[in-house]
């Protein structure tokens, strides 16, 4: 079983960057492809970037391209967003997930099994 913790939420302006971190307990981890998504007040939990075990390939929503880069560093059992050029409507609690092995570049929050509680981004304008 892996266990996610996320970081590096909170406050900024529209225009300013955050970059996310989610932390993997467990050898596996590094095997494993990671998703973030994230939930606005009152809507669903919507797909923003994933990245394949070995960090060659990357998956984004596409409002986002451009803006934001998920990498992966497998020595640190670590998994970044970096969010650049942040917007309004990028707020919300980000979430980090592990995929399903059979669910190669899935974008749908039920074929990810194991998820982290959350970092909060608020994006004021």
């Known amino acids: 079983q892996v266990q996610l913790v996320e970081s590096g939420g909170g406050l900024v302006q529209a225009g300013e960057s955050l970059r996310l971190s989610c932390v993997g307990t467990?050898?596996?981890?590094?095997?494993?492809?990671v998703g973030w998504f994230r939930q606005a007040p009152g809507k669903e939990r919507e797909f923003v970037a994933r990245?394949?075990?070995?960090?060659?390939?990357?998956y984004y929503v596409d409002s986002v391209k451009g803006r934001f880069t998920i990498s992966k560093d497998n020595s640190k059992n670590t998994v970044y967003l970096q969010m650049n050029n942040l917007k309004s409507e990028d707020t919300g609690i980000y979430y980090c997930?592990?995929?399903?092995?059979?669910?190669?570049?899935?974008?749908?929050?039920?074929?990810?099994?194991?998820w982290g509680r959350g970092t909060q981004v608020t994006v004021s304008s």
């Open positions: 467990g050898r596996t981890f590094s095997s494993y492809d």
């Open positions: 997930a592990t995929s399903y092995p059979w669910a190669t570049g899935s974008q749908v929050p039920d074929e990810y099994n194991n």
């Open positions: 990245i394949d075990w070995d960090g060659v390939k990357t």
